[in-house]
C-alpha cells in the first residue's frame, strides 16, 4: 500500500468521523494501521475515534501504544487519563493525569480532572497539594483559585477558602459574578454584614443582574434587617437612575413586605413614599 493511499484512506476515515459515523470509520482505519503500525497521527485517530464509538477498553490499549512511542506527549496523556477516569479506572487515571501535569503544569481542565480523580478517591490532602502546586506556577488563575475555595468551604475550610477569595477580588475588584458569589458564601456561614457589603458591590456593578437584587433581599430578609432595603436600592437608583431591573426588584420587594405606604410611580418610573 502506498503513501498515497494511506492518506486517502484517513481522509475517507475523516470525513466519517466528522459525519459521525465512527464504526465505519474504525473499519478504515485498521485497514490502514499495518502498512505503518507505527504511526501517530494514525495511531491518535484510532484511539480517539474508538473512544467517540464508545469502545474505552480498547481505546486504552491503543493509547497504551501510543505512550510506548512518545510517553511525554501531552496531548496523549491528558486523552489517556481522562479515557482511564470514564472506564473507572480511577487510580489509574490520577497516575496518568499526574503525569499530564507534569507536562504542562498549567493546563487547567488537566487539573481539573486530576482533582476529580482525587476526589473519587477521597485523597483530600493529594487534592490540596495539587491545587496549591497548580497556583505555584499559576497564581493568577482566577478559575482554579475559586474551584479551590470552593473545595475548602465544602469541607468546612472557611478561614482558607475566603483568602482565595480576596485573592481573587484583588485580581477583578468588580467582577459581579464573584462578587455575587462570594456574598452567597457568607451568607451560608452567617457573615451577614459582610455579605450584604459584597451584594452592595455586585449590584453596583452589574445592575441587570436579576440574581444579585434577589440573592441579597433574601439574606436582608432572612436576617431580619428589612430597613437595609430602601438605603440599598436609594444607593444603587442613584448609580443607575430609573434602571428598570432595579425599580421592578425595589417594587415588588416592597409589595412582599405590606409596605403599602410605598409604590411604584409608572408615569415617573421610579418608586416614591406615599406620605
Do not use: C, W
Not at 42 to 69: D, H, M, P, R, W
Not at 134 to 156: H, P, Q, T, W
Not at 193 to 214: M, Q, R, T, W, Y
Amino acid at each position: 500500500m502506498s503513501s498515497d493511499r494511506l492518506e486517502t484512506l484517513m481522509n475517507q476515515a475523516e470525513k466519517l468521523i466528522q459525519a459521525r459515523r465512527y464504526e465505519e470509520a474504525i473499519v478504515i482505519i485498521q485497514q490502514a494501521i499495518p502498512v505503518n503500525p507505527n504511526d501517530m497521527q494514525l495511531l491518535e485517530q484510532y484511539a480517539n475515534t474508538l473512544v467517540k464509538a464508545g469502545q474505552l477498553e480498547q481505546s486504552i490499549v491503543i493509547f497504551q501504544q501510543i505512550l510506548k512511542i512518545s510517553s511525554n506527549n501531552f496531548i496523549n496523556l491528558k486523552s489517556y487519563g481522562e479515557v482511564l477516569a470514564k472506564s473507572g479506572k480511577i487510580e489509574d487515571a490520577a497516575k496518568i493525569l499526574k503525569e499530564a501535569l507534569h507536562v504542562l503544569p498549567k493546563d487547567t481542565d488537566t487539573l481539573k480532572s486530576y482533582v476529580g480523580t482525587l476526589k473519587i478517591l477521597d485523597k483530600t490532602e493529594a487534592v490540596i497539594k495539587a491545587f496549591n502546586n497548580f497556583l505555584e506556577v499559576d497564581s493568577g488563575n482566577i478559575d482554579i483559585m475559586l474551584e479551590y475555595a470552593n473545595f475548602l468551604e465544602a469541607r468546612g475550610d472557611t478561614k482558607q477558602a475566603y483568602i482565595l477569595f480576596e485573592r481573587v477580588l484583588k485580581i477583578q475588584p468588580e467582577n459581579h459574578y464573584i462578587l455575587n458569589y462570594y456574598g452567597n458564601i457568607l451568607i451560608r456561614s452567617g457573615r451577614y454584614d459582610k455579605a450584604f457589603s459584597f451584594f452592595e458591590l455586585a449590584i453596583e456593578s452589574d445592575p441587570n443582574n436579576f440574581e444579585i437584587a434577589i440573592n441579597y433581599l433574601r439574606a436582608v430578609i432572612k436576617n431580619g434587617q428589612k430597613y437595609r432595603i430602601s438605603p440599598f436600592f436609594r444607593r444603587a437608583l442613584n448609580k443607575h437612575p430609573n434602571h428598570p431591573v432595579l425599580l421592578n426588584v425595589y417594587a415588588a420587594t416592597l409589595l412582599d413586605l405590606g409596605q403599602l405606604g410605598k409604590a411604584f410611580d409608572g408615569s415617573s418610573g421610579s418608586v416614591v413614599e406615599i406620605v
